[in-house]
């Protein structure tokens, strides 16, 4: 068996970082892609990094200058640094394994959830 374990997520102010963390273990020899998708209530998964097995990276275009994926070969781990946090990242991110082979392996997902700073109101009379 396959599994990608994630770690990292929580609970953070929007203009805070989070870390994200993935690794991969069980009978899996080798990886191509590895990547990072996220799934917020009532929507689809979609993709936010993805790094080859050359460190080429791909990012979705809400989080390019924000967020950085890298990756530990040796150890089949992939993390994601997440800086500039905003509310619109709130979801569950999936971590994703592709083989050679074309198979795909997903984590279990771990939520981070960015809350905002507010807004100030004053009532005056």
């Known amino acids: 068996q396959v599994q990608l374990v994630e770690s990292g997520g929580g609970l953070v102010q929007a203009g805070g970082s989070l870390r994200l963390a993935c690794a991969a273990s069980?009978?899996?020899?080798?990886?191509?892609?590895m990547g990072w998708y996220r799934q917020a209530p009532g929507k689809q998964r979609d993709l936010v990094a993805v790094i080859t097995s050359t460190r080429s990276t791909t990012y979705a275009d809400s989080v390019k200058g924000r967020f950085t994926i890298s990756r530990d070969n040796a150890n089949k781990k992939v993390y994601l640094q997440m800086n500039s946090l905003k509310s619109e990242d709130t979801a569950v991110y999936y971590c994703?394994?592709?083989?050679?082979?074309?198979?795909?392996?997903w984590g279990q997902g771990t939520q981070v959830t960015v809350w905002g700073q507010g807004t100030q109101v004053t009532v005056s009379s």
């Open positions: 994703n394994a592709r083989t050679p082979q074309g198979i795909d392996y």
């Open positions: 069980g009978s899996i020899r080798s990886i191509n892609d």
